[in-house]
């Protein structure tokens, strides 16, 4: 059974960063499309950032040039990095495939960008 733990999430101030990071029970992350998902009060979980098995991106717009993903298979860990952090990137963000499976989902990492 497929587990994943995101950490990384905190409180940072308007252009600040953080590094999220997504470990999995298993090797999922071999021969699966990633994605860095998130979801703020009162809206729907959108994906923000997606990386294929051999590395291509993809970015929400709202994200790109200032949000990277990656992956780090052999530890079974996927990364976001946010730079330039907005108030309106706050959210929980959750790690899944994509296309994401309901019985992956983790607990999250709240994400809070606030002065």
């Known amino acids: 059974q497929v587990q994943l733990v995101e950490s990384g999430g905190g409180l940072v101030q308007p252009g600040g960063s953080l590094r999220l990071s997504c470990t999995a029970s298993?090797?999922?992350?071999?021969?699966?499309?990633m994605g860095w998902y998130r979801q703020a009060p009162g809206k729907q979980r959108e994906l923000v950032a997606r990386?294929?098995?051999?590395?291509?991106?993809n970015y929400l717009d709202s994200v790109k040039g200032r949000f990277t993903i990656s992956r780090d298979s052999a530890k079974n860990t996927l990364y976001l990095q946010m730079n330039s952090l907005k108030p309106e990137d706050t959210a929980v963000y959750y790690c899944?495939?994509?296309?994401?499976?309901?019985?992956?989902w983790g607990q999250g990492t709240q994400v809070t960008v606030s002065s």
């Open positions: 899944n495939t994509d296309p994401y499976y309901r019985t992956y």
């Open positions: 298993g090797s999922i992350f071999m021969f699966n499309t």
């Open positions: 990386i294929t098995s051999v590395g291509s991106t």
